[in-house]
Protein backbone atom coordinates (compact mmCIF):
# COMPACT_ATOMS: atom_id res chain seq x y z
CA UNK A 1 0.00 0.00 0.00
CA UNK A 2 0.98 3.58 -0.41
CA UNK A 3 0.26 6.75 0.78
CA UNK A 4 -1.07 10.12 -0.17
CA UNK A 5 2.14 12.37 0.10
CA UNK A 6 1.29 15.85 -1.22
CA UNK A 7 4.86 17.07 -1.05
CA UNK A 8 5.40 14.16 -4.02
CA UNK A 9 2.32 14.72 -5.55
CA UNK A 10 1.53 17.03 -8.15
CA UNK A 11 -1.00 19.70 -7.77
CA UNK A 12 -4.91 18.94 -7.50
CA UNK A 13 -5.25 21.28 -10.27
CA UNK A 14 -3.41 19.61 -12.82
CA UNK A 15 -5.40 16.06 -11.79
CA UNK A 16 -9.10 18.14 -11.97
CA UNK A 17 -8.23 19.56 -15.34
CA UNK A 18 -9.16 17.92 -18.33
CA UNK A 19 -6.75 19.48 -20.64
CA UNK A 20 -3.82 20.16 -18.25
CA UNK A 21 -3.74 16.45 -17.25
CA UNK A 22 -3.20 15.20 -20.85
CA UNK A 23 -0.99 18.18 -22.07
CA UNK A 24 1.32 18.19 -18.77
CA UNK A 25 2.97 14.51 -19.53
CA UNK A 26 2.76 15.11 -23.10
CA UNK A 27 5.22 18.50 -23.05
CA UNK A 28 7.25 16.73 -20.18
CA UNK A 29 7.97 13.61 -21.96
CA UNK A 30 8.72 15.93 -25.84
CA UNK A 31 10.78 18.41 -24.11
CA UNK A 32 12.40 15.24 -22.39
CA UNK A 33 13.11 13.74 -25.71
CA UNK A 34 13.65 17.01 -27.62
CA UNK A 35 16.81 18.13 -24.80
CA UNK A 36 18.43 14.43 -24.56
CA UNK A 37 20.38 14.66 -28.13
CA UNK A 38 18.10 14.78 -30.11
CA UNK A 39 19.56 14.37 -33.70
CA UNK A 40 21.90 11.56 -32.54
CA UNK A 41 19.78 9.60 -30.61
CA UNK A 42 18.01 7.92 -33.97
CA UNK A 43 21.72 7.28 -34.87
CA UNK A 44 22.74 6.45 -31.56
CA UNK A 45 20.04 3.68 -31.63
CA UNK A 46 20.44 2.33 -34.77
CA UNK A 47 24.55 1.94 -34.40
CA UNK A 48 23.56 -0.32 -31.05
CA UNK A 49 23.26 -4.39 -30.92
CA UNK A 50 20.01 -4.60 -30.08
CA UNK A 51 17.40 -7.59 -29.06
CA UNK A 52 14.69 -9.05 -32.10
CA UNK A 53 11.32 -7.38 -32.00
CA UNK A 54 13.09 -3.76 -32.15
CA UNK A 55 11.07 -0.97 -33.62
CA UNK A 56 12.37 1.58 -36.13
CA UNK A 57 12.68 5.17 -34.60
CA UNK A 58 10.01 6.57 -35.82
CA UNK A 59 7.60 4.71 -33.65
CA UNK A 60 9.11 5.65 -30.20
CA UNK A 61 7.39 9.76 -30.56
CA UNK A 62 3.29 8.54 -31.66
CA UNK A 63 3.48 5.77 -29.67
CA UNK A 64 4.55 7.68 -26.32
CA UNK A 65 2.50 10.76 -26.81
CA UNK A 66 -0.84 8.25 -27.28
CA UNK A 67 0.76 6.73 -23.95
CA UNK A 68 1.30 9.70 -22.23
CA UNK A 69 -1.84 11.04 -23.35
CA UNK A 70 -3.94 7.83 -22.00
CA UNK A 71 -2.33 8.42 -18.93
CA UNK A 72 -2.65 11.79 -18.15
CA UNK A 73 -6.42 11.44 -18.93
CA UNK A 74 -6.76 8.23 -16.40
CA UNK A 75 -5.08 10.29 -13.90
CA UNK A 76 -8.16 12.89 -14.44
CA UNK A 77 -10.34 10.38 -14.57
CA UNK A 78 -9.22 8.63 -11.24
CA UNK A 79 -8.65 11.77 -9.44
CA UNK A 80 -12.41 13.82 -10.71
CA UNK A 81 -14.52 10.52 -9.71
CA UNK A 82 -12.46 8.89 -6.89
CA UNK A 83 -12.16 12.50 -4.72
CA UNK A 84 -15.87 13.21 -5.10
CA UNK A 85 -17.39 14.30 -1.70
CA UNK A 86 -19.78 11.82 -2.27
CA UNK A 87 -17.65 8.89 -1.79
CA UNK A 88 -16.72 6.39 0.76
CA UNK A 89 -13.21 7.57 2.30
CA UNK A 90 -11.75 3.97 1.10
CA UNK A 91 -12.16 5.62 -2.46
CA UNK A 92 -10.86 9.05 -1.92
CA UNK A 93 -8.11 8.07 -0.28
CA UNK A 94 -7.44 5.24 -2.91
CA UNK A 95 -7.75 8.22 -5.26
CA UNK A 96 -5.24 10.13 -3.79
CA UNK A 97 -2.73 7.34 -3.30
CA UNK A 98 -2.45 6.91 -6.75
CA UNK A 99 -2.39 10.81 -7.70
CA UNK A 100 1.16 10.30 -5.39
CA UNK A 101 2.44 7.29 -6.92
CA UNK A 102 1.22 8.81 -10.43
CA UNK A 103 3.60 11.33 -9.87
CA UNK A 104 6.41 9.31 -8.79
CA UNK A 105 5.79 7.12 -12.07
CA UNK A 106 6.07 10.63 -14.19
CA UNK A 107 9.40 11.21 -12.45
CA UNK A 108 10.37 8.02 -13.16
CA UNK A 109 9.25 7.82 -16.85
CA UNK A 110 11.01 11.17 -17.89
CA UNK A 111 13.92 10.01 -16.28
CA UNK A 112 14.62 7.03 -18.84
CA UNK A 113 15.63 8.77 -21.53
CA UNK A 114 18.70 10.94 -19.87
CA UNK A 115 19.42 7.75 -18.06
CA UNK A 116 19.95 5.59 -21.19
CA UNK A 117 20.73 7.94 -23.86
CA UNK A 118 22.39 11.23 -21.96
CA UNK A 119 24.03 9.86 -19.74
CA UNK A 120 24.89 6.67 -20.78
CA UNK A 121 24.14 4.31 -18.19
CA UNK A 122 22.30 1.23 -19.30
CA UNK A 123 21.81 -0.38 -15.46
CA UNK A 124 20.13 2.10 -14.06
CA UNK A 125 17.70 3.09 -16.71
CA UNK A 126 17.05 -1.05 -17.19
CA UNK A 127 16.01 -0.60 -13.27
CA UNK A 128 14.37 2.61 -13.95
CA UNK A 129 12.09 0.78 -16.63
CA UNK A 130 11.61 -2.29 -14.01
CA UNK A 131 10.08 -0.14 -11.10
CA UNK A 132 7.91 1.61 -13.81
CA UNK A 133 6.71 -1.60 -14.69
CA UNK A 134 6.04 -2.58 -10.74
CA UNK A 135 4.44 1.26 -10.09
CA UNK A 136 2.30 1.16 -13.20
CA UNK A 137 1.13 -1.97 -12.52
CA UNK A 138 0.16 -1.37 -8.92
CA UNK A 139 -1.46 2.29 -9.66
CA UNK A 140 -3.72 0.07 -12.37
CA UNK A 141 -4.65 -2.11 -10.29
CA UNK A 142 -5.41 0.81 -7.22
CA UNK A 143 -7.43 2.82 -9.74
CA UNK A 144 -8.84 0.00 -11.63
CA UNK A 145 -10.10 -2.36 -8.35
CA UNK A 146 -10.74 0.99 -6.30
CA UNK A 147 -11.87 3.83 -7.87
CA UNK A 148 -12.76 3.42 -11.49
CA UNK A 149 -12.11 0.07 -13.72
CA UNK A 150 -11.87 2.40 -16.73
CA UNK A 151 -9.09 4.30 -15.40
CA UNK A 152 -7.28 1.02 -14.63
CA UNK A 153 -7.69 -0.18 -18.21
CA UNK A 154 -6.36 3.18 -19.81
CA UNK A 155 -2.97 2.26 -17.71
CA UNK A 156 -3.30 -1.46 -19.56
CA UNK A 157 -1.47 -0.08 -22.72
CA UNK A 158 1.36 1.81 -20.78
CA UNK A 159 2.03 -1.35 -18.59
CA UNK A 160 2.13 -3.31 -21.87
CA UNK A 161 4.65 -0.96 -23.86
CA UNK A 162 6.61 -0.84 -20.60
CA UNK A 163 7.70 -4.34 -20.34
CA UNK A 164 8.44 -4.56 -24.27
CA UNK A 165 10.48 -1.28 -23.06
CA UNK A 166 12.34 -3.53 -20.09
CA UNK A 167 12.75 -6.12 -22.98
CA UNK A 168 14.52 -3.89 -25.07
CA UNK A 169 16.46 -1.88 -22.41
CA UNK A 170 17.73 -5.10 -20.74
CA UNK A 171 18.60 -6.66 -23.96
CA UNK A 172 20.28 -3.46 -25.38
CA UNK A 173 22.43 -3.12 -22.47
CA UNK A 174 23.31 -6.69 -22.10
CA UNK A 175 24.26 -6.98 -25.74
CA UNK A 176 26.03 -4.14 -25.67
CA UNK A 177 28.11 -5.31 -22.52
CA UNK A 178 25.96 -2.29 -20.49
CA UNK A 179 28.33 0.04 -22.26
CA UNK A 180 26.94 2.10 -25.10
CA UNK A 181 29.51 4.85 -25.64
CA UNK A 182 30.91 2.86 -29.01
CA UNK A 183 27.39 3.98 -30.55
CA UNK A 184 27.83 7.40 -29.30
CA UNK A 185 31.26 7.79 -30.76
CA UNK A 186 29.67 6.48 -34.34
CA UNK A 187 27.05 8.64 -34.24
CA UNK A 188 29.09 11.52 -33.52
CA UNK A 189 31.15 10.65 -36.06
CA UNK A 190 28.53 10.21 -38.29
CA UNK A 191 27.22 13.55 -37.23
CA UNK A 192 30.95 15.19 -38.02
CA UNK A 193 30.81 13.44 -41.37
CA UNK A 194 27.86 15.12 -43.04
CA UNK A 195 29.19 18.75 -41.61
CA UNK A 196 31.97 18.39 -43.83
Do not use: C
Not at 66 to 82: E, K, P, Q, W
Not at 104 to 128: E, K, S, V, Y
Amino acid sequence: MTTYIPQLTLPESIFSSFPASILLPITLGSAVGWSTRPKQVPRTYLSLNQPPLRPPPQVFGPVWTLLYGLMGYASHRAYSIGTSPLNLPGIISAARQGTTLYTIQLGLNLLWMPLFFGWNRPILATADVLALVGVNGYLAWLWGTKVDATAGWLLAPYVAWLSFATYLSAGTGYLNNWDLSGAYEKADGETKKKRS
